[in-house]
């Protein structure tokens, strides 16, 4: 499972951004292999209308180097998704609300 932050990986890496936009999507959970990495960064830049040679021109950049070359580059490519609104819905007055225990127990 992929677990770094983006200052763990950036430092001591030489990075460039070869595309000027980026792809919403998280990496956090992924599988660490790079071809799993370079897969999901493909898969959804497809989805996000990203044309072959910008797709192309970062994995491109992203083998050009180490494993952590790999990640700074996909992760400079990328951005964390906004929450949807039903994900922060989460009340905290009725936490536990139906299983709250009488005071005679």
Aim: aromatic content about 6%; glycine content about 6%.
């Amino acid at each position: 499972m992929l677990k770094c932050s983006s200052v763990e990986v950036l430092k001591g890496s030489e990075v460039k951004q070869v595309v000027d936009k980026k792809v919403k999507m998280s990496l956090v959970g992924l599988d660490g292999n790079a071809f799993s990495i370079m897969g999901a960064f493909q898969k959804e830049a497809k989805k996000q209308d990203w044309t072959s040679d910008e797709i192309n021109l970062v994995l491109g950049e992203s083998r050009s180097g180490t494993y952590d070359h790999l990640l700074a580059t996909i992760m400079i490519h990328t951005e964390e998704p906004e929450k949807r609104e039903e994900e922060d819905d989460w009340d905290d007055d009725e936490e536990f609300s139906e299983y709250e225990m009488d005071e005679d127990d």
